[in-house]
C-alpha cells in the first residue's frame, strides 16, 4: 500500500499584503498551485511590535519551484530591496 505524497514545500515568505496579492497573481497566471500559510503572532510579539506587519508563507509543489523563483524574482527582489531602504 503506497502512502500519500506531499512533495510540497516551502517556497517563500512574504510581509505585507501588496506583495502576497503579486505573488497569487503570478502563480495564478502560470497555473502553479499554492497554499498559504499565516503566521499567527504571539502575545509578547502583539504587545511589543507596533506594526500590522502580516507574515505569509507560500508553499508550492517542488518541482514548480525553480520555474516559480525565476518567475517571481522581480517581485521578491523589489520586495527585498524596499526593506534594506527602510532599514536604513
Known amino acids: 500500500m503506497l502512502g500519500s505524497m506531499n ?3 516551502d ?14 497573481k503570478i502563480l495564478l497566471a502560470n497555473r502553479i498551485s499554492y497554499c498559504c500559510h499565516f503566521e499567527e503572532k504571539g502575545i509578547l510579539q502583539k504587545l511589543l511590535s507596533s506594526s500590522d506587519k502580516t ?6 509543489h517542488d518541482e ?4 516559480a523563483r525565476e ?18
Open 55 to 60: 507574515v505569509c508563507t507560500f508553499r508550492i
Open 64 to 67: 514548480e519551484v525553480p520555474r
Open 7 to 9: 512533495n510540497e514545500v
Open 71 to 88: 518567475l517571481v524574482r522581480s517581485v521578491l527582489g523589489e520586495s527585498k530591496k524596499k526593506k534594506k531602504e527602510n532599514k536604513k
Open 11 to 24: 517556497f517563500c515568505k512574504v510581509y505585507d499584503m501588496k506583495t502576497k496579492e503579486r505573488v497569487e
